[in-house]
Protein backbone atom coordinates (compact mmCIF):
# COMPACT_ATOMS: atom_id res chain seq x y z
CA UNK A 1 0.00 0.00 0.00
CA UNK A 2 1.66 3.26 -0.89
CA UNK A 3 0.05 6.54 0.74
CA UNK A 4 -0.76 9.77 -0.90
CA UNK A 5 1.63 11.84 1.54
CA UNK A 6 4.74 9.21 0.24
CA UNK A 7 3.69 10.21 -3.37
CA UNK A 8 3.87 14.43 -2.51
CA UNK A 9 7.36 13.42 -0.36
CA UNK A 10 8.65 11.91 -3.84
CA UNK A 11 7.10 15.10 -6.02
CA UNK A 12 8.53 16.96 -3.08
CA UNK A 13 12.32 15.72 -3.62
CA UNK A 14 11.89 15.95 -7.65
CA UNK A 15 10.77 18.97 -7.97
CA UNK A 16 13.80 20.39 -6.35
CA UNK A 17 16.25 18.06 -8.41
CA UNK A 18 14.69 18.71 -11.58
CA UNK A 19 14.86 22.60 -10.83
CA UNK A 20 18.58 22.58 -10.16
CA UNK A 21 20.01 19.80 -11.70
CA UNK A 22 19.78 19.22 -15.67
CA UNK A 23 19.37 15.37 -16.66
CA UNK A 24 22.66 13.61 -16.98
CA UNK A 25 21.64 12.74 -20.55
CA UNK A 26 20.75 16.02 -21.79
CA UNK A 27 24.54 17.13 -19.91
CA UNK A 28 26.17 14.16 -22.50
CA UNK A 29 24.05 15.58 -25.46
CA UNK A 30 25.36 19.26 -24.92
CA UNK A 31 28.91 17.87 -24.57
CA UNK A 32 28.24 16.04 -27.75
CA UNK A 33 26.48 18.82 -29.66
CA UNK A 34 29.69 20.99 -28.66
CA UNK A 35 31.86 18.97 -31.14
CA UNK A 36 29.60 18.83 -33.53
CA UNK A 37 28.92 22.31 -33.70
CA UNK A 38 30.35 24.26 -36.38
CA UNK A 39 29.92 28.13 -35.42
CA UNK A 40 31.63 29.12 -32.99
CA UNK A 41 28.88 31.72 -31.50
CA UNK A 42 26.71 28.53 -31.35
CA UNK A 43 29.76 26.35 -29.44
CA UNK A 44 30.23 29.57 -27.25
CA UNK A 45 26.32 29.82 -26.18
CA UNK A 46 26.60 25.55 -25.60
CA UNK A 47 29.65 26.01 -23.22
CA UNK A 48 27.31 28.98 -21.29
CA UNK A 49 24.78 26.47 -21.15
CA UNK A 50 26.59 24.09 -19.51
CA UNK A 51 28.68 26.64 -16.89
CA UNK A 52 25.15 27.18 -16.17
CA UNK A 53 23.98 23.98 -15.61
CA UNK A 54 27.11 23.36 -13.16
CA UNK A 55 26.69 26.77 -11.15
CA UNK A 56 23.30 25.54 -10.56
CA UNK A 57 23.66 22.30 -9.66
CA UNK A 58 26.75 23.00 -7.65
CA UNK A 59 24.59 26.47 -5.54
CA UNK A 60 21.26 24.47 -5.75
CA UNK A 61 19.60 27.21 -7.62
CA UNK A 62 17.42 27.07 -10.58
CA UNK A 63 18.61 26.32 -14.36
CA UNK A 64 16.04 28.68 -15.66
CA UNK A 65 14.26 31.85 -14.20
CA UNK A 66 11.20 29.78 -15.35
CA UNK A 67 10.68 27.12 -13.00
CA UNK A 68 7.30 25.81 -15.35
CA UNK A 69 4.53 24.29 -14.54
CA UNK A 70 4.44 21.05 -12.94
CA UNK A 71 3.29 18.07 -14.54
CA UNK A 72 3.46 14.62 -12.41
CA UNK A 73 3.36 11.36 -14.33
CA UNK A 74 2.04 8.77 -11.36
CA UNK A 75 2.94 5.18 -13.11
CA UNK A 76 1.27 2.37 -10.71
CA UNK A 77 1.90 -0.71 -9.94
CA UNK A 78 -1.30 -3.08 -11.14
CA UNK A 79 -0.40 -5.04 -7.81
CA UNK A 80 -0.42 -1.38 -5.88
CA UNK A 81 -3.18 0.07 -3.52
CA UNK A 82 -2.75 4.02 -3.38
CA UNK A 83 -4.84 5.46 -0.37
CA UNK A 84 -5.95 8.84 0.35
CA UNK A 85 -5.97 12.52 -1.65
CA UNK A 86 -3.72 12.29 -4.17
CA UNK A 87 -4.05 15.74 -5.97
CA UNK A 88 -3.87 17.35 -2.67
CA UNK A 89 -0.87 15.93 -1.29
CA UNK A 90 0.55 16.64 -4.46
CA UNK A 91 -0.22 20.36 -4.47
CA UNK A 92 0.89 20.59 -0.97
CA UNK A 93 3.90 19.20 -2.54
CA UNK A 94 4.46 21.62 -5.00
CA UNK A 95 3.97 24.95 -2.85
CA UNK A 96 6.20 23.71 -0.37
CA UNK A 97 9.30 22.89 -2.80
CA UNK A 98 8.52 25.94 -4.70
CA UNK A 99 8.52 27.87 -1.73
CA UNK A 100 11.77 26.25 0.19
CA UNK A 101 13.88 25.76 -2.92
CA UNK A 102 13.14 29.93 -3.84
CA UNK A 103 11.29 28.72 -7.23
CA UNK A 104 9.17 31.07 -9.25
CA UNK A 105 5.17 30.52 -9.58
CA UNK A 106 3.84 30.75 -12.33
CA UNK A 107 0.39 29.47 -12.84
CA UNK A 108 -2.87 31.81 -13.21
CA UNK A 109 -5.94 30.61 -11.59
CA UNK A 110 -7.76 30.25 -14.55
CA UNK A 111 -6.64 30.54 -18.25
CA UNK A 112 -9.54 32.99 -19.08
CA UNK A 113 -11.49 34.31 -16.25
CA UNK A 114 -9.04 35.33 -13.62
CA UNK A 115 -5.17 35.05 -14.56
CA UNK A 116 -3.71 36.15 -11.41
CA UNK A 117 -1.18 34.35 -9.82
CA UNK A 118 -2.23 31.37 -7.51
CA UNK A 119 1.15 32.28 -5.33
CA UNK A 120 2.24 28.49 -4.81
CA UNK A 121 2.60 26.88 -8.38
CA UNK A 122 -0.38 24.99 -7.87
CA UNK A 123 -2.66 23.07 -9.41
CA UNK A 124 -0.20 20.63 -10.21
CA UNK A 125 -1.03 18.84 -13.43
CA UNK A 126 -1.02 15.29 -13.04
CA UNK A 127 -1.34 11.59 -15.50
CA UNK A 128 -1.92 8.52 -13.79
CA UNK A 129 -0.67 5.16 -15.57
CA UNK A 130 -0.32 1.70 -14.76
CA UNK A 131 2.44 -0.61 -15.36
CA UNK A 132 3.55 -4.55 -13.49
CA UNK A 133 4.53 -5.25 -10.39
CA UNK A 134 3.92 -2.78 -6.90
CA UNK A 135 4.87 0.35 -6.00
CA UNK A 136 4.22 3.84 -7.94
CA UNK A 137 6.85 5.12 -9.91
CA UNK A 138 6.95 9.42 -9.60
CA UNK A 139 8.39 11.42 -12.30
CA UNK A 140 7.94 15.14 -12.39
CA UNK A 141 8.70 17.26 -15.68
CA UNK A 142 8.79 20.97 -15.10
CA UNK A 143 7.56 22.79 -18.08
CA UNK A 144 8.54 26.81 -19.18
CA UNK A 145 6.37 28.60 -20.86
CA UNK A 146 8.35 29.43 -23.91
CA UNK A 147 9.20 25.60 -24.85
CA UNK A 148 5.45 25.04 -24.19
CA UNK A 149 4.46 28.01 -26.47
CA UNK A 150 5.93 26.43 -28.90
CA UNK A 151 4.05 23.27 -29.26
CA UNK A 152 1.08 22.55 -31.49
CA UNK A 153 -1.09 19.51 -32.74
CA UNK A 154 -2.86 18.94 -35.95
CA UNK A 155 -5.08 16.20 -36.96
CA UNK A 156 -3.85 15.12 -40.24
CA UNK A 157 -5.36 12.95 -42.46
CA UNK A 158 -4.32 9.67 -42.85
CA UNK A 159 -3.30 10.21 -46.36
CA UNK A 160 -0.67 12.71 -45.06
CA UNK A 161 0.95 10.20 -44.58
CA UNK A 162 4.80 9.99 -42.83
CA UNK A 163 5.50 12.98 -45.30
CA UNK A 164 3.04 14.89 -43.71
CA UNK A 165 3.58 14.48 -40.53
CA UNK A 166 7.63 15.28 -41.03
CA UNK A 167 6.38 18.59 -42.91
CA UNK A 168 4.27 19.57 -39.47
CA UNK A 169 6.72 19.06 -37.07
CA UNK A 170 9.53 20.88 -38.88
CA UNK A 171 7.83 24.05 -39.79
CA UNK A 172 6.72 23.85 -36.32
CA UNK A 173 10.02 23.86 -35.02
CA UNK A 174 10.92 26.33 -38.04
CA UNK A 175 7.90 28.71 -37.07
CA UNK A 176 9.02 28.62 -32.95
CA UNK A 177 11.83 26.58 -32.05
CA UNK A 178 14.06 30.07 -31.97
CA UNK A 179 12.03 31.13 -28.87
CA UNK A 180 11.94 28.02 -26.95
CA UNK A 181 15.64 28.27 -25.66
CA UNK A 182 17.51 26.21 -28.51
CA UNK A 183 19.29 23.54 -28.49
CA UNK A 184 15.59 21.47 -28.40
CA UNK A 185 14.57 18.31 -27.04
CA UNK A 186 11.44 17.78 -29.16
CA UNK A 187 8.69 15.25 -28.38
CA UNK A 188 6.58 14.15 -31.35
CA UNK A 189 3.65 12.14 -30.78
CA UNK A 190 1.14 10.36 -33.49
CA UNK A 191 -1.74 8.46 -32.66
CA UNK A 192 -4.51 8.13 -30.15
CA UNK A 193 -7.00 10.90 -29.76
CA UNK A 194 -7.21 14.86 -29.80
CA UNK A 195 -6.80 14.76 -26.67
CA UNK A 196 -4.19 12.33 -25.78
CA UNK A 197 -1.74 12.65 -28.71
CA UNK A 198 -0.03 16.06 -26.44
CA UNK A 199 0.55 13.83 -24.10
CA UNK A 200 2.30 11.05 -25.91
CA UNK A 201 4.51 14.12 -27.20
CA UNK A 202 5.35 14.92 -23.75
CA UNK A 203 5.90 10.92 -22.62
CA UNK A 204 8.54 10.86 -25.50
CA UNK A 205 10.60 13.78 -24.07
CA UNK A 206 11.39 11.72 -20.99
CA UNK A 207 12.83 8.69 -23.04
CA UNK A 208 16.97 9.26 -22.47
CA UNK A 209 18.77 11.35 -24.59
CA UNK A 210 20.91 8.91 -27.02
CA UNK A 211 18.30 5.93 -26.77
CA UNK A 212 17.21 4.21 -29.82
CA UNK A 213 13.79 3.37 -30.33
CA UNK A 214 13.26 -0.12 -30.51
CA UNK A 215 10.92 0.18 -33.75
CA UNK A 216 13.74 0.52 -36.61
CA UNK A 217 11.34 2.32 -38.64
CA UNK A 218 10.07 5.43 -35.75
CA UNK A 219 14.02 5.48 -35.07
CA UNK A 220 14.56 5.99 -38.95
CA UNK A 221 11.86 9.20 -38.76
CA UNK A 222 13.49 10.39 -35.71
CA UNK A 223 16.45 10.22 -37.25
CA UNK A 224 15.78 12.43 -40.61
CA UNK A 225 13.40 14.89 -38.41
CA UNK A 226 16.83 15.72 -36.41
CA UNK A 227 18.33 16.00 -39.54
CA UNK A 228 16.34 18.42 -41.25
CA UNK A 229 15.81 20.31 -37.81
CA UNK A 230 19.15 20.53 -37.68
CA UNK A 231 19.16 22.06 -41.45
CA UNK A 232 17.10 24.62 -40.30
CA UNK A 233 20.12 26.63 -38.86
CA UNK A 234 18.03 28.33 -36.22
CA UNK A 235 21.37 27.05 -33.74
CA UNK A 236 22.20 27.42 -30.06
CA UNK A 237 20.01 30.40 -28.69
CA UNK A 238 18.44 31.10 -31.94
CA UNK A 239 21.22 32.60 -33.29
CA UNK A 240 22.19 30.28 -36.01
CA UNK A 241 24.15 27.28 -36.04
CA UNK A 242 24.10 23.50 -36.45
CA UNK A 243 22.68 22.21 -33.57
CA UNK A 244 18.88 22.69 -33.42
CA UNK A 245 17.85 19.52 -31.73
CA UNK A 246 19.85 17.77 -29.57
CA UNK A 247 16.98 14.94 -30.04
CA UNK A 248 13.73 13.86 -31.47
CA UNK A 249 11.72 11.34 -29.70
CA UNK A 250 8.55 9.99 -31.27
CA UNK A 251 6.00 7.95 -29.38
CA UNK A 252 3.24 5.98 -31.47
CA UNK A 253 -0.49 4.93 -30.74
CA UNK A 254 -3.21 3.25 -32.53
CA UNK A 255 -5.61 5.79 -34.06
CA UNK A 256 -9.49 5.95 -35.76
CA UNK A 257 -8.76 4.48 -38.99
CA UNK A 258 -9.86 8.15 -40.45
CA UNK A 259 -7.54 10.12 -38.25
CA UNK A 260 -4.24 10.83 -38.10
CA UNK A 261 -3.29 12.86 -35.40
CA UNK A 262 0.38 14.75 -34.40
CA UNK A 263 1.68 16.89 -31.89
CA UNK A 264 4.98 18.49 -30.97
CA UNK A 265 6.17 19.18 -27.65
CA UNK A 266 9.17 21.09 -27.51
CA UNK A 267 11.84 20.84 -24.76
CA UNK A 268 14.51 23.47 -24.26
CA UNK A 269 18.00 23.57 -23.86
CA UNK A 270 17.11 23.09 -19.64
CA UNK A 271 15.69 19.47 -19.73
CA UNK A 272 14.11 19.50 -15.79
CA UNK A 273 12.50 16.29 -15.20
CA UNK A 274 13.18 13.37 -12.31
CA UNK A 275 11.94 10.35 -11.49
CA UNK A 276 11.63 8.98 -7.80
CA UNK A 277 10.22 5.06 -6.89
CA UNK A 278 8.10 5.11 -4.28
CA UNK A 279 7.61 1.47 -2.35
Not at 32 to 39: D, G, N, Y
Not at 66 to 94: I, N
Not at 96 to 119: E, F, W
Not at 222 to 230: C, F, P, T, V, Y
Amino acid sequence: MVAAEAIGSAVYDAIVLAATTLRPDALKAMRTAIERERSPRGRAILVQLLENATIAADDRVPLCQDTGSVWVLLEVGEHECVCGDVPAAVDRAVAAAYADALLRTSIARDALVDRSNTGDNTPAFIDVTFRPGSGVTVTVMLKGGGSDNASAVRMLAPGDGEAGVIRFVVETVARTGASACPPLLIGVGVGATFDKVGGLAKKALLRKIGSRHPDSGVAALERRLSAEIDALGIGPGGLGGTVTALAVHVLTAPCHIASLPVAVNVGCSAVRSASVEVV
